[in-house]
C-alpha cells in the first residue's frame, strides 16, 4: 500500500534552518501538505503545493517538491523555539476518495 | 467560530465495553475523516465521509463503525474495544476533497484497559 515516510527527529539550534524531508508513494499526488502539531493539539495547516510546482515560498516557509524522486521538503528559516512541534506530510487522495496517507511525522525539536 | 469539536476529550474504559467518541462541525463541510495517532506510526485514517450516508474504510478501519447521518456529525463507535485501540483519535473536515486544509478537532485520548 502507499507509503509516506519521514525521519522521526530533528533538532536544530535557534536562528538556524531546519529542513524537514519527506518521500511520498503515489507519483499521481495532486497535492503535497505539510501539517503541523503542538503538544496538545490538533493539526494545522502549514502550507501545500501544487504537483505542477517545483518549489512554493511563504514567509519563512520553502516546500521543495521533486517529483522524479518523490521527494518533499519543508525548510524552515530563523527557526524558533516556537517551531518545536511535529511536523506531517501528506498526500492528496486518490480520485474519487477522500483516503488521506500521513507521514510519521517528525519531531523538530529547537534549542534555545 | 469555525470548529470541529469532539467529545469526550479524555476516556478510560474496558475491553469490550461499547463506547462512542462524538465528532461535530459547524463549517457545513462535506467531508469528514477519523484518524488515530500512534508514535512512530504517524496518523492513520480510520474512516471517512465524502457526504451524508457516504462512508468508506481508511487504512485501520478494524474495530471500527462509523455513521454519517447528517452533515455536521461524524461519530466513531467502537463496538467492543480492545487494548490495541488505545490511541489519540482525531476527526477533521474539509470543505473540498483536496487542495485545502482539513480542520482537525482538538483529539480524543483513549484508554482501554
Known amino acids: 500500500g502507499e507509503d509516506v515516510e519521514q525521519s522521526l527527529f530533528l533538532s536544530v539550534r535557534e536562528g538556524d534552518s531546519s529542513v524537514i524531508n519527506c518521500t511520498y508513494t503515489d507519483s499521481s499526488s495532486t497535492y503535497l501538505y505539510w501539517y503541523k502539531q503542538e503538544p496538545g493539539a490538533g493539526l494545522q495547516l502549514l502550507t501545500y503545493?501544487?504537483?505542477?510546482?517545483d518549489m512554493k515560498q511563504d514567509q519563512r516557509l520553502t516546500v521543495l517538491l521533486n517529483k522524479k524522486d518523490k521527494h518533499l521538503s519543508l525548510r524552515i528559516a530563523d527557526t524558533q523555539t516556537g517551531d518545536s512541534a511535529i511536523y506531517f506530510c501528506a498526500e492528496s487522495p486518490p480520485s474519487g476518495t477522500y483516503k488521506y496517507i500521513f507521514g510519521t511525522g517528525t519531531r523538530l525539536k529547537v534549542l534555545a | 467560530e469555525a470548529q470541529v469539536t469532539q467529545n469526550p476529550r479524555y476516556l478510560i474504559t474496558v475491553t469490550g465495553k461499547k463506547l462512542t467518541v462524538t465528532c461535530s462541525q459547524n463549517?457545513?463541510?462535506?467531508?469528514m475523516s477519523w484518524y488515530r495517532q500512534d508514535p512512530g506510526l504517524g496518523l492513520r485514517q480510520i474512516y471517512y465521509s465524502m457526504n451524508v450516508e457516504v462512508t468508506d474504510k481508511g487504512d485501520v478501519p478494524e474495530g471500527y463503525k462509523v455513521s454519517r447521518k447528517e452533515k455536521r456529525n461524524f461519530p466513531l463507535i467502537l463496538e467492543s474495544p480492545s487494548p490495541n485501540q488505545t490511541s489519540l483519535y482525531f476527526c477533521a473536515s474539509s470543505l473540498k476533497r483536496q487542495g485545502e486544509t482539513q480542520y482537525f478537532g482538538p483529539g480524543t485520548r483513549l484508554l482501554v484497559l
Open positions: 463549517m457545513n463541510h462535506e467531508y
Open positions: 503545493i501544487f504537483s505542477n510546482m
